[in-house]
């Protein structure tokens, strides 16, 4: 069962995410509209203050996919 405090907690973090940063949802939903399919790459880097990178990517299965659109689901 669902936690709702949490759930709504998760929803306003999500929100404030949005405001910091809202050139990211809109890239989100550009890549809802293309759309994610199996096979698709996600690279991630992140780039330290001092200049460290860390990088790593993931080849999206099935089950991926399945995770992305109940993550959706849940934020709005």
């Known amino acids: 069962m669902k936690n709702p405090a949490a759930l709504f907690k998760l929803k306003g973090l999500w929100e404030h ?8 949802p809109r890239f989100l939903d550009a ?6 399919g199996e096979g698709s790459v996600i690279e991630i880097q992140v780039t ?5 990178e860390m990088k790593t990517n993931i ?4 089950s991926d996919l399945e ?10």
Do not use: A, Y
């Not at 890549?31 to 994610?36: D, E, F, P, Q």
């Not at 995770?67 to 709005?76: A, K, P, S």
């Open 59 to 62: 080849k999206v299965k099935q």
């Open 67 to 76: 995770l992305f659109e109940q993550l959706r689901n849940l934020l709005g």
């Open 17 to 24: 995410f949005v405001q910091n940063h809202p050139k990211f």
């Open 48 to 52: 330290q203050p001092d200049g460290q």
């Open 31 to 36: 890549l809802k509209n293309s759309g994610i």
